[in-house]
T-cell receptor, first 109, second 113 residues
C-alpha cells in the first residue's frame, strides 16, 4: 500500500505565485524525498530530507519535515509555467522508497 | 556522469505474448536497481529491486519476473502478458548507500491488446 499521501491532488495557480504541496505518512522513515514528473517522462529527484532534519532549501524549493506529525511540505516560490508537472513524495525505508499518488500542479501564464 | 537507458519507449503487445524490457546504467558500479509500474494518474508501485548480480527481490506477486545478468543491466520479463500488465514501467538506480536519491529512466509505455 502507498505510504505517502499528497494533498491537494491537484493545484492550479498563476505564474509568480507560490505553490505548497503536503505529504503525510504513517510509520517511521529514514528519509523523505520529493520528485517531479513531466507528462509521459521519468521522475526527477528534487530534494531529500533526512529524518533528523527539519528544513532544506534548493533554489526556489523549500521542504519541511515534521516527524512528530509524520508530514512534509514542498514549497515552490515564484512559480513558472515550466513548473507544471506532477510532484510526488516518497518515504525511504532501507533500500526502498514508497511513493504517494502525487499532486498535479498547473502553473498558468 | 551517470546515465540510465530504458527501452523501448513504447510497446504494444497482444495478450499472451512474452515481454522483455531492458534497463542499463552507465557511469557507476554496483548500483541498486529498481523496476516500478505506474498506473494512469497514480504513484509508483515497486515491482522488483536488486542489490547485486543475480540478487532479485520481488515486492508483489504477479505475472512478471526480473533478472540482473550483469552489474548494470536489469531486465523485466513475462512469459505471457495479461491485460492487467498494461502501464508505464520505470527503471531506477541509486548508489546502494543510505539516504540516496533514486535516478529514473524515461520509462516504457506498455499497452496490451
Amino acid at each position: 500500500s502507498q505510504q505517502g499521501e499528497e494533498d491537494p491532488q491537484a493545484l492550479s495557480i498563476q505564474e509568480g505565485e507560490n505553490a505548497t504541496m503536503n505529504c503525510s505518512y504513517k510509520t517511521s522513515i529514514n528519509n523523505l524525498q520529493w520528485y517531479r514528473q513531466n507528462s509521459g517522462r521519468g521522475l526527477v529527484h528534487l530534494i531529500l530530507i533526512r529524518s533528523n532534519e527539519r528544513e532544506k532549501h534548493s533554489g526556489r524549493l523549500r521542504v519541511t519535515l515534521d516527524t512528530s506529525k509524520k508530514s512534509s511540505s514542498l514549497l515552490i516560490t515564484a512559480s513558472r509555467a515550466a513548473d507544471t508537472a506532477s510532484y510526488f513524495c516518497a518515504t525511504g525505508y532501507g533500500n526502498k522508497l514508497v511513493f504517494g499518488a502525487g499532486t498535479i500542479l498547473r502553473v498558468k501564464s | 556522469s551517470q546515465t540510465i537507458h530504458q527501452w523501448p519507449a513504447t510497446l504494444v503487445q497482444p495478450v499472451g505474448s512474452p515481454l522483455s524490457l531492458e534497463c542499463t546504467v552507465e557511469g557507476t558500479s554496483n548500483p541498486n536497481l529498481y523496476w516500478y509500474r505506474q498506473a494512469a494518474g497514480r504513484g509508483l508501485q515497486l515491482l522488483f529491486y536488486s542489490v547485486g548480480i543475480g540478487q532479485i527481490s520481488s515486492e508483489v506477486p504477479q505475472n512478471l519476473s526480473a533478472s540482473r545478468p550483469q552489474d548494470r543491466q536489469f531486465i523485466l520479463s513475462s512469459k505471457k502478458l495479461l491485460l492487467s500488465d498494461s502501464g508505464f514501467y520505470l527503471c531506477a538506480w541509486d548508489k546502494g548507500q543510505s539516504n540516496q536519491p533514486q535516478h529514473f529512466g524515461d520509462g516504457t509505455r506498455l499497452s496490451i491488446l
